[in-house]
T-cell receptor, first 113, second 115 residues
Framework: AQSVTQLDSQVPVFEEAPVELRCNYS??????LFWYVQYPNQGLQLLLK??????LVKGINGFEAEFNKSQTSFHLRKPSVHISDTAEYFC???????????FGKGTRLSVIA | DAGITQSPRHKVTETGTPVTLRCHQT?????MYWYRQDPGHGLRLIHY???????DKGEVSDGYSVSRSKTEDFLLTLESATSSQTSVYFC??????????????FGPGTRLTVL
C-alpha cells in the first residue's frame, strides 16, 4: 500500500522568502500526486496535481511542485510567500485511477511578517 | 466550488449515542469518501463508496458504518459514539473524466465532539 511522508510538521518562514515543503512517497510503478491546502476552519482545496507529462507542475497562488521519480519525491515550492499563504498543506498520492488517495500528515506553514 | 454540503456542521453528543453525518453532492460524481482529521494524523480514510449501495472500508473503519442509497447522499453513522471519535469529519467526492479516484473535492467539514 502507498504511504506518504511529509518531512516537516511545521515550517516558519518570513514574508517574501522562498519556501519548500517536502513530500516523499513509497515507490510504485506509477503514481498520481497532489498537493492540497487547508486554510483555518475550512476544507481542503486542490493546489496542484501531477498525473503524467512534465515533471514540473504549476498550481494556483504561485505554487509549483516537481515530480522526481528516482527520489520518489514531490516537493512543493514558492519563490516568495505572503502572509495569506499561512495554512496547512497536505501531500497525497494514489497508485492509479482505482485507489483512493493516501494523505500525508500535513505541514503547517506559518508566514511571519 | 464543487457542490458538496455536510450536515450538521457542528455537533456535540454524549458517549454511547448514535450519530449520523450527512454528505450531499449536486455534481453527480460516482465516488464519495469520508475522512477524519486529527492533529498529527492528517486525513485518514474511514469509508468510501464507488456507487449506489457499493461501499468499502478505509484505514479507520472500526466503529463506523456508511450507507449510500442515492448518488447524491453518503451517510456516515457512528453506531455508539466514543470520545475517541471526537474529530473533524470531511466528505469528499471524485469522478470527473477518466481518472475516477483522483482529484477529490472536499466539503466544509463537520466538527463532532463526543462528551
Amino acid at each position: 500500500a502507498q504511504s506518504v511522508t511529509q518531512l516537516d510538521s511545521q515550517v516558519p518562514v518570513f514574508e517574501e522568502a522562498p519556501v519548500e515543503l517536502r513530500c516523499n512517497y513509497s515507490s510504485s510503478v506509477s503514481v498520481y500526486l497532489f498537493w492540497y491546502v487547508q486554510y483555518p476552519n475550512q476544507g481542503l482545496q486542490l493546489l496542484l496535481k501531477y498525473l503524467s507529462g512534465s515533471t514540473l507542475v504549476k498550481g494556483i497562488n504561485g505554487f509549483e511542485a516537481e515530480f522526481n521519480k528516482s527520489q520518489t519525491s514531490f516537493h512543493l515550492r514558492k519563490p516568495s510567500v505572503h502572509i495569506s499563504d499561512t495554512a496547512e498543506y497536505f501531500c497525497a498520492v494514489s497508485d492509479s485511477g482505482n485507489t483512493p488517495l493516501v494523505f500525508g500528515k500535513g505541514t503547517r506553514l506559518s508566514v511571519i511578517a | 466550488d464543487a457542490g458538496i454540503t455536510q450536515s450538521p456542521r457542528h455537533k456535540v453528543t454524549e458517549t454511547g449515542t448514535p450519530v449520523t453525518l450527512r454528505c450531499h453532492q449536486t455534481e453527480n460524481h460516482r465516488y464519495m469518501y469520508w475522512y477524519r482529521q486529527d492533529p498529527g494524523h492528517g486525513l485518514r480514510l474511514i469509508h468510501y463508496s464507488y456507487g449506489v449501495k457499493d461501499t468499502d472500508k478505509g484505514e479507520v473503519s472500526d466503529g463506523y458504518s456508511v450507507s449510500r442509497s442515492k448518488t447524491e447522499d453518503f451517510l456516515l453513522t457512528l453506531e455508539s459514539a466514543t470520545s475517541s471519535q471526537t474529530s473533524v469529519y470531511f466528505c469528499a467526492i471524485s469522478g470527473t473524466g477518466g481518472l475516477a479516484y483522483n482529484e477529490q473535492f472536499f466539503g466544509p467539514g463537520t466538527r463532532l465532539t463526543v462528551l
